[in-house]
C-alpha cells in the first residue's frame, strides 16, 4: 500500500441520549390536618416509609394510635364534621378479606387498593354511594403483602384477559377504584412502589398496572422502572363540568401537561372522559378537550374511556349532605332508571339523550385521536 495512501476507518458515532423527561410543576398538593396511624400499620415497612413521608412534608399532626381500632371520626353529621373527615387521613392495615381480589369491569380483570377515599372535593363524586363512614382518606400499609399476592391472579380474569378485544393488555390490576393515588403519592408512595413491582417482577403471562388520577404531581414517577406495564390515566372533562364541579383538583390544563411528561417517559396513557355531561355548548367543550388530548400526547400509546353521569339514591343523599349547594342536575324526571343485578338503582341518562352522546363521542374520537383506542362506553 502506498505509504501516501490512508484508510480511514468509520467513527461509530452514539446515540444522542433521550432527554430526560421534565414534569411540570404540580398546581396542588394536599397536606392532612390530621393523621392517624394505627399500630399494626407503624410496624409495616410501608407504613414506615409512609411516616418518613410525613416527615418531610411537614406535616404535623400525627397520632400513633395504642391499638388498631380508630377512634370516632363521624361527628355530628353537620359540615364542619364532614370538612374534619375530608381533612383526615388514616394509615391503617387492610382487613384479611381485602386481599382477595374482586373483578372490576369494564376496567379491569382485578382491582387492589392503595387506598380508600379521596381529599378532591368532585361534586358527583362516586365514592358517595360506594363507600360507608366518614370520607376519610384511608391508606393501608399492608401494600407489601398486597403486591406479593398478585401473581395468584395472572391469567386468571375475564375482563381483559383471554378476551378478543382486550387480550393484548394481560392481566390487567386496577390501582384506583376506590381512591385517586396520585392525590396522596407525595405522602404515601404507594403509586410508585406498585409500579416498580408490577415493572420488574418476573410474572408468569402478561400483565398491566392500571391507575387514574385528576392530579399532575408525576415528576417521582418519571423515572421509575416501569417496563412499559403501567397505563397512568387522567380523568378529563369539559372546561364547564371541570369548573363547577372538580374542586380541589388539579386543572385539566396541568392534568394534560402531566400526561405528555409520562408519555415522554414511555409511560402507555389514556383519558378517561368522566362524566360526560351535556352541559350548554358541550360539543364544542369537549371537542377542544379531544384537541388537548391530542396535542399532549402526541403519538403515544393512547387510550380513552368514556363514562355518562348517573347517580344512585343513596349517592345523592350523601352528595346533597356533603355539597347542599351544589347545581350538579339530579332530577330523576330528566333521567332513565336502570336496574342492576341485584336490584340496584341507577339513575342515567334518558335513552335518547345517551344515544345522542355516544353518537358523537365515537365520531370525535375517532376523527380527532385517530391513533387512540376506544376501550368502552357507559
Not at 375482563?159 to 403519592?185: H, K, M, N, Q
Not at 355548548?281 to 371537542?287: D, P, V
Request: charged share 20%; aromatic share 6%.
Amino acid at each position: 500500500m502506498p505509504a501516501s495512501l490512508q484508510v480511514v476507518m468509520p467513527i461509530a458515532l452514539a446515540a444522542p441520549p433521550s432527554p430526560t423527561p421534565v414534569a411540570p410543576p404540580p398546581t396542588r398538593l394536599w397536606t392532612p390536618k390530621r393523621v392517624l396511624v394505627t399500630r399494626s400499620a407503624a410496624e409495616r415497612p410501608h407504613g414506615q416509609r409512609i411516616l418518613a413521608r410525613l416527615e418531610t412534608a411537614g406535616v404535623q399532626d400525627v397520632e400513633l394510635l395504642a391499638g388498631d381500632r380508630l377512634p370516632n371520626l363521624r361527628g355530628d353529621g353537620d359540615r364542619a364534621a364532614f370538612m374534619r373527615a375530608k381533612d383526615t387521613m388514616a394509615v391503617v392495615v387492610g382487613a384479611p378479606s381485602k386481599r382477595k381480589l374482586q373483578p372490576i369491569p369494564p376496567s379491569a380483570d382485578w382491582r387492589f387498593d392503595l387506598a380508600e377515599g379521596c381529599p378532591a372535593h368532585c361534586q358527583y363524586c362516586y365514592l358517595a354511594g360506594s363507600l360507608s363512614g366518614p370520607p376519610i382518606t384511608r391508606v393501608f400499609a399492608d401494600l407489601d403483602e398486597v403486591l406479593s399476592g398478585l401473581d395468584g391472579y395472572v391469567g386468571r380474569g375475564s375482563v381483559t384477559s383471554g378476551t378478543l378485544e382486550r387480550g393484548g393488555e394481560g392481566t390487567t390490576f386496577e390501582a384506583s377504584c376506590y381512591t385517586d393515588p396520585l392525590a396522596i403519592e407525595h405522602l404515601t408512595g404507594g403509586l410508585a412502589a406498585a409500579i416498580t413491582h408490577v415493572g420488574t417482577h418476573d410474572w408468569a403471562g402478561p400483565v398491566q398496572l392500571r391507575a387514574t388520577t385528576k392530579f399532575d404531581d408525576v415528576a417521582d414517577l418519571l423515572t421509575l422502572p416501569h417496563g412499559g406495564r403501567t397505563r397512568l390515566r387522567f380523568s378529563v372533562n369539559a372546561a364547564t363540568v371541570a369548573r363547577r364541579f372538580e374542586g380541589g383538583t388539579s386543572p385539566v390544563a396541568g392534568r394534560l401537561a402531566a400526561l405528555g411528561a409520562v408519555a415522554a417517559a414511555g409511560y402507555p396513557v389514556g383519558v378517561t372522559i368522566a362524566p360526560i355531561i351535556p352541559v350548554d355548548g358541550w360539543r364544542e367543550e369537549y371537542a377542544d378537550l379531544l384537541d388537548g388530548v391530542r396535542e399532549a400526547a402526541g403519538d403515544a400509546d393512547l387510550t380513552v374511556e368514556c363514562i355518562t353521569h348517573r347517580f344512585t339514591p343513596g349517592s345523592k343523599a350523601t352528595l346533597l349532605d356533603w355539597y347542599p349547594r351544589t347545581k350538579l342536575e339530579m332530577d330523576e324526571a330528566n333521567r332513565t332508571a336502570k336496574r342492576g343485578r341485584f336490584g340496584a338503582v341507577k339513575h342515567v341518562y334518558p335513552r335518547e339523550t345517551m344515544a345522542q352522546l355516544r353518537g358523537w363521542f365515537e365520531r370525535a374520537v375517532a376523527e380527532r385521536l385517530p391513533g387512540a383506542r376506544l376501550l368502552y362506553w357507559t
